[in-house]
């Protein structure tokens, strides 16, 4: 009796997560586009990957890729998209398995990453200078090594190494109802507020609630959970030294750090301008996200970086 009991409390509670997911994703609805531009589709294996871009095509082309993680769009540059377009052909894609982009159920890798931005900075941009954050850069770097298809990198606190492979916690996030009830959990609006407040940003006054209404329909949208299971699992994570990686580059490599950052802290970044023989620039009030918390300041160091000749190594400081 006690053990039928149990059963039955066990499935009426996998019944009403179903439910509570279900209303979750219906409530979300459709994902509007973050960045003002044109909204374009590219496919490529398989997927539709959607990007914005904006600018002038006879300018320079600038290629924009957001950070990894389970809220990531390409909204992430929205307070410098516009500004960057006036000089530049500007093109920011959601990656796969983001954003606007199709989330089919696949194991997400680092080698797939790695590709898409191999192909796609091939196949939608001519020499272009790089943006990227976090996981991006190292995929940025590794796609430089591969086909040559940058002039320069601006690399926002990247890195290579977000911890160990845990093929349980993949496994946990990407099943059905449970794994989709974890991910609500992780990406419902306190949770948003709790990162953004700890981790992303310095302070409050650097993100709005529209920020994280954002956040959170782009992460309650259909397939939003597979990526990010990847992610948080440690499978996203390239097998590489990422300073090692650096410092073989043959185009100019600028790194960019929040002074206040945690999850990646400053040392780290020193430590990886030094190893990779890069400039660092370093804005003080700032965490994970320096080009959102001071978007004019950083694009100050951005156009700078972009319209230099030759770039001297060294820390510098913004």
Known sequence: MKLRKLLVGVASGLGTAALGNRLLGWKAGDLEPALDGRQRTYRWRGFDVAYTEAGDPEDPDLLLLHGVHAAASNKEFDQVFDQLAKTYHVVAPDLPGFGRSDRPPLTYSAALYTAFVTDFAEDVTEDAACVATSLSGAYATLAQHQSNVFSRLVLVAPTADTGSRRTWLRSLFRSPVVGQGLFNILTSKRSLYFFDNREAYSTEASYTERDVDYQWETSHQPGARFAPASFVSGYLDPDVDLGEELARLDVPVTIVWGRDATVSPLEDGEALAERADAKLVVFDDAKLLPHAEHPGPF?????????????????GRA
Not at 299 to 315: A, I, K, S
């Open 299 to 315: 694009l100050d160091v951005l156009l700078d970086e972009l319209t230099e000749e030759e770039v001297e190594t060294g820390p």
